[in-house]
């Protein structure tokens, strides 16, 4: 398998269009067209990781946080990530980063916290705009099921739990062929009216190409008329954290100790504890201080995430109870996650899952 056909199954699951605009998810180092002989998955780029690549011939890296976050000016050794990235061209070891695209889809990073924490009926907490188009197509009445399924085969029509979704209006379309063409129905030079259908559906903007090849694939017309609108309704699939509920209520110190056990938790800083139970918590791995508010409007009884500041845990205001547990605690999980992803799929290479704990924060205990 080449790094190109990994990428387009990273793709299919967590499109790289969906990262965030600050983000550097995508192939990072090496060439495209290289075949893959052994892959190590990690959640950062270590001295000690890539190291640990070249020991274990692994000629691909494929890890969550970026390597390459901010600009590079030049190439010189006199940083870590200056040096990891000679190692990785010296070794022919090439980078591939799934990070804010991973933490944003329904199935991802905060999925994965969900699964460890115990909650059922999880969905986004706060869902992103404009990611939904509505395609609209006409076409002649016996050709509509063959159009419409090659739509829906291709990603189209999915609403919440609901698939093959679309409206339908029948009318009739007018058109005349010219010079040159070659009409599947009418003659060239002369106005033909056809009964058509009018299809409408919605997809995901990041499938749009696969959409518009299929359904013209499936279209009997030389000239396919179609239009596409952009939606500005929110999208239940794809967006930041996740919300849900345990089977049963606990008290605060049974959570803290859930998480500490989870988690492998150094140490959890938490808000006030003002409430006897906990029933539905919202999570989101890594820094997620933005959605305190958020996760307050979802009437959620406790936030998990990391990174929350000083002052964050004031505007709790007994609220909520925010638990930080720590940005690599967090997404610890992550590794498992980009392995079962690839694990699904039909790959011809070794996958391993990197040994190394590549959490920068230390913990001092006195016992």
Not at 49 to 63: R, W
Request: with cysteine; aromatic share 8%.
């Amino acid at each position: 398998m080449t790094i190109k056909e990994l990428i387009a199954i990273f793709n299919d699951t967590a499109s790289f269009s969906m990262q965030e605009d600050y983000d550097n998810s995508g192939l990072l180092v090496g060439d495209s067209s290289n075949e893959i002989k052994k892959a190590l998955i990690t959640l950062d780029i270590t001295e000690s990781v890539m190291d640990e690549a070249i020991n274990k011939n692994c000629n691909l890296i494929i890890s969550h946080h970026p390597l390459i976050f901010k600009g590079l000016k030049k190439i010189t050794g006199k940083t870590q990530t200056e040096n990891i990235l000679i190692k990785a061209i010296k070794n022919d070891i090439s980078i591939i980063s799934l990070h804010t695209n991973l933490d944003n889809i329904s199935e991802g990073v905060n999925k994965k916290i969900c699964e460890k924490i115990g909650l059922k009926n999880t969905k986004i907490l706060d869902k992103k705009k404009g990611l939904l188009k509505k395609l609209v197509v006409f076409c002649p009445v016996d050709h509509a099921n063959n159009v419409r399924m090659a739509i829906f085969k291709a990603g189209g029509g999915k609403i919440g739990d609901y698939d093959w979704c679309s409206y339908n209006i029948e009318g009739e379309g007018s058109f005349r062929a010219g010079e040159g063409a070659n009409p599947f129905v009418g003659n060239v030079k002369e106005l033909h009216f056809e009964k058509e259908i009018r299809i409408e559906t919605i997809y995901p903007s990041y499938i749009e190409e696969q959409i518009i090849k299929s359904m013209i694939e499936a279209h009997p017309y030389e000239e396919v008329a179609y239009d596409i609108y952009p939606l500005d309704n929110y999208f239940d699939k794809i967006g930041s954290g996740m919300i849900g509920q345990l089977e049963k209520a606990i008290n605060p110190e049974e959570l803290l100790k859930l998480l500490e056990k989870q988690f492998k938790t150094g140490i959890i800083r938490h808000s006030n504890i003002h409430k006897d139970e906990i029933k539905t918590i919202a999570v989101c791995g890594g820094s997620g201080s933005f959605l305190i508010n958020k996760a307050i409007q979802e009437n959620a009884d406790a936030f998990i995430t990391a990174d929350i500041k000083y002052h964050q845990f004031l505007d709790a205001e007994n609220k909520i109870i925010l638990a930080d547990i720590g940005h690599y605690e967090s997404e610890q999980f992550t590794k498992e996650l980009i392995y079962e992803i690839i694990s699904k799929k039909n790959i011809n290479f070794a996958v391993q899952v990197s040994e190394i704990n590549s959490n920068p924060v230390n913990y001092f205990r006195t016992q």
